[in-house]
């Protein structure tokens, strides 16, 4: 695909104790959603930013640090739930766990009309999705049985126009893409990239 950006996958990756330092900063960084976000945007968001992986194939790291993000994510869930409830307002708040593209994985507050702006992100729900996310991601350290899990697919977006214009990708997606299409229409395909599962607080969690 002429003079489209792809993943580079050079040497080994480095500094895992700096990893693992970014892993637990973000407990201190994002302990509370931010009020500004919520106001201005009516969303705030916990990304994982998983350098150096963004620019390697395989992109995700290890499955046990993996794992370490997960249980960061699943300690603000909490914190962000009772801070969301003393706002005294509507709210959604969700784990996406996605995979195989972790990278994606995310813990997403969401209030006013993002409410349901959220809520076909995944095209959820999907009966032919397992109704949990993989064993791979089970831990000692949490209970991923202690959230509802809504599975959906987690997919790309390509317009027609730029396959028409693009022969050699054109050519890739038919070959790579094409058996995997969801949906289409108004000229944009979506196609499916992996799974995803959408956590919530069960009433029995929060109660």
Known sequence: MKGRWAPKNRG???????????????????????????D????????LHLAPWGNLVPRN????????YLGVLL???RS???????RGEPFDLMLWLVHPRFWRTQL?????ERIDFYKGTFLEPQPSVPPRPPALYDDPAYDLDRLAWTPGFDCDHVMEA???????????????????????GYGMLTYRRG?????RFTEAEVS
């Open 108 to 112: 997403v507050a969401a209030v006013g």
């Open 162 to 184: 730029d396959l028409d214009a693009d022969p050699e990708w054109a050519a890739w997606f038919e070959r790579t893409a094409r058996p995997r299409v969801v949906d289409e």
């Open 80 to 86: 962000w739930h009772d801070a969301l409830t003393a």
């Open 61 to 68: 790291p290890p499955a046990w640090l993996r794992r370490r």
């Open 12 to 38: 080994k990756v480095r500094g895992w104790p700096r990893r693992l330092r970014h892993v637990e900063s973000l407990r201190g960084r994002f302990a509370l959603p931010d009020d500004r976000m919520l």
């Open 40 to 47: 201005g945007w009516g969303y705030d968001v916990v990304a």
């Open 195 to 199: 799974d995803a599962w959408i956590g």
């Open 75 to 77: 300690d603000l869930q």
